[in-house]
């Protein structure tokens, strides 16, 4: 059957954030961007973590908004000195940073109830010139939306929230398929297997994750492609190789 | 008092990985890296996670070596087709891939009462034309020094374990030290003051962290300096400001 080429979505992604180089804080957003565009049908090809510094923000903002379809930001959208990744954005993309009427109300409406609208909280509404918002149900500062590029929080459970009001809103491509052969076997010992299976599915990649559980030696062998039949086709070829060389292989889910 | 001009040792960090930029694999090496470092007193810099693509690595390298004192890798040194960061690295310094005398005896002594060394295990024993050795206790396969470059394994305990190696090996600077002042209060209402507060302590930077427990809100305030006596005046600060205010700071720790 003729596979027809289909363009391929990317996207890249910029922790920003002093508290993730400095090790006090273990990163949890890159995993649910990466896991969330996938479902889109969207690649994450890269991701940054860059310190709260205005020229170390801008550069990665323009080397990575221009070779992906889509770049996607965490942290620094606060009310503190610190957060500045709106500024950092907005001069990225060459226009002056203003306040968003909506967001203004949304916070306004927030706030009623918290003490009020002061200074600090304003600075959450905060755009690069022509923006647009990213719904925030839990906190009300709203996630921005300016060109190819979409503004989240640090904090993950308010980043979860804006991805979810997101799901569906991008376009994508296939989604990348996978399936995982489980093995109680060393990596080093079928490395030749693993290399010829993957050139003899066509689109395929097989990346090979060790562990060691239990006292054995184990790997996992990640089959990926967009094509079902392939993914399917490849995991059962590697199963019965590894069964033919008296191993045992077992089914490591999608 | 004068302050001795101290230079500052800067390190970035490259996670290679399709099983991170995927979002199967949940990362544990950046938050390790980085508290290592601190203790080393080298400042983790930037950090960037590329696929297992020959070009990207080899662009992450060149940038990266260019502009820090050092540059980690960690991931794709194993034994398998994927595993492509030796051949990366040399091809960014610009010198054959070699195999290692040293590292060829280590891996014939480990695999001797484990099925023996094959094609794909002597692969670990490849590093680029001028490497040294990383000791790894754990599973064998050295990581490899070449020039400033840093590689190291992908699994976070043998990674764990190279760092250990290394600890007190690498030139670096002053730590930078930190404290915590905790308190419930929302940053919001009081981002004038931290501003105000890191401007009047000379090489303080203070980083705000909201968080959301029982109900209540309320933030974590980080306080870096290398000068433990300015940490220390910053925080009395900036407590007793936060007290003066009605507010219960408490700490947070160092």
Redesign the interface.
């Given at each position: 059957m003729m596979t027809q080429t289909t363009r391929i979505w990317t996207a890249a992604l910029i922790?920003v954030g002093?508290?993730?180089?400095?090790?006090?804080?273990?990163?949890?957003n890159?995993?649910?961007?990466?896991?969330?565009?996938?479902v889109q049908g969207i690649?994450?090809?890269?991701?940054?973590?860059?310190?709260?510094v205005m020229d170390?923000i801008v550069e990665a903002v323009n080397t990575l908004r221009a070779r992906n379809d889509y770049l996607f930001t965490t942290g620094g959208i606060?009310?503190?000195?610190?957060d500045i990744t709106v500024d950092a954005v907005a001069q990225a993309l060459g226009v002056p940073v203003v306040i968003h009427p909506r967001a203004h109300a949304i916070l306004d409406a927030y706030y009623a109830t918290?003490?009020g609208l002061?200074?600090?909280?304003l600075?959450?509404a905060r755009v690069p010139e022509g923006a647009g918002l990213i719904e925030n149900r839990l906190s009300g500062a709203p996630g921005i939306h300016a060109e190819n590029i979409f503004l989240m929080a640090g904090?993950p459970s308010i980043t979860a929230q804006m991805l979810d009001g997101m799901t569906g809103t991008l376009e994508g491509g296939l989604p990348?398929l996978?399936r995982t052969v489980g093995c109680w076997v060393?990596?080093?010992?079928?490395?030749?297997l693993?290399?010829d299976t993957?050139r003899n599915h066509d689109g395929v990649?097989?990346?090979?994750?060790?562990f060691f559980r239990e006292g054995r030696v184990g790997a996992n062998f990640?089959i990926?492609s967009t094509d079902t039949a392939v993914v399917s086709a490849c995991a059962t070829a590697l199963s019965d190789a590894l069964s033919a060389l008296g191993r045992e292989p077992f089914d490591g889910g999608i």
């Open positions: 922790v002093d508290e993730i180089l400095s090790g006090r804080t273990q990163d949890k890159i995993a649910q961007v990466a896991s969330w565009l996938g690649r994450l090809r890269e991701v940054r973590v860059v310190p709260d170390a606060g009310p503190t000195h610190d918290r003490g002061n200074e600090a909280r600075r959450m904090v990348l996978s060393a990596e080093s010992e079928i490395a030749e693993l290399r993957e990649s097989i990346g090979s994750y060790p990640v990926r």
